[in-house]
């Protein structure tokens, strides 16, 4: 059974860093393509793409945050990462991992999520 178990979110003021955790289980991470996504309240509740960690180590970005987040995987922990740097108000929102054999939107399988609130 495929689960995730996000952590790490929190509150800080604009230019302050985060580092998101996405520990799994059921599955091995470098297996599955990984995720993150992000979901602000009242955005037609839509859920953007962050950050893409795929089977061969390659990694597709957000391009607002190009040069401020880097997502990484620990295989020894199958844990996700996702380090936030340099966060602006605009990164507020609720952090989704997400995972699946493919990269395919549909057949993610999400963790519960964490919050991120970033104040000016």
Known sequence: QVQLVESGGGSVQA???LR??????????????????????????????????DTDASTVYLDSVKGRFTVSEDNAKNTLFLQMNNLKVD?????????APRCIYSDYTWGQGTQVTVSS
Do not use: H, I
């Open 15 to 17: 230019g302050g860093s």
């Open 20 to 53: 998101l955790s996405c520990a799994a289980s059921g599955f091995t991470v470098s297996s599955y393509c990984m995720a993150w996504f992000r979901q602000v309240p009242g955005d037609k509740n839509e859920r953007v793409g962050v950050a893409v960690f």
């Open 91 to 99: 990164d507020t929102g609720t952090y989704f991992c997400a995972a």
